[in-house]
């Protein structure tokens, strides 16, 4: 089992910036790939970003490309989501997941691509 922990939503005026962290422990952490999904109510879950854990390979939704930045701590199994240039539709809660396996490669930008979840964290852009 692994335990995701995501930490560092909030509430920041449109044009600023914030970072999400998510703290992976548990079974001895090797994920494939790691990701950002968000969701506003009577929403479905979409995707934002997603990193392959060993290359550091990088994948954006076409919303947030050129804002938002996903990068990885191996020697701490933390990713981070740098959301800079926030806008009133960033609002959201943020989960952080993990994916095992190759199938992410086909999957990376959909729920189905990601084993664990964490419980997400709120972010909130005023205008």
């Keep these: 089992q692994v335990q995701l922990v995501e930490s560092g939503g909030g509430l920041v005026q449109a044009g600023g910036s914030l970072r999400l962290s998510c703290a992976a422990s548990g079974r001895t952490f090797s994920a494939y790939a790691m990701g950002w999904f968000r969701q506003t ?13 060993s290359s550091g390979n990088t994948y ?26 926030l ?3 960033d609002t959201a809660v943020y989960y952080c997941a993990a ?29």
């Design 60 to 85: 954006y939704a076409d919303s947030v490309k050129g804002r938002f930045i996903i990068s990885r701590d191996s020697a701490k199994n933390t990713e981070y989501l740098q959301m800079n240039s």
């Design 41 to 53: 109510p009577g929403k479905e879950r979409e995707f934002v970003a997603a990193i392959r854990w």
């Design 99 to 127: 994916a095992y396996g190759s199938r992410w490669l086909s999957t990376w930008s959909y729920e189905r691509g990601y084993d664990y979840w964490g419980q997400g964290t709120q972010v909130t852009v005023s205008s």
């Design 87 to 89: 806008e009133p539709e």
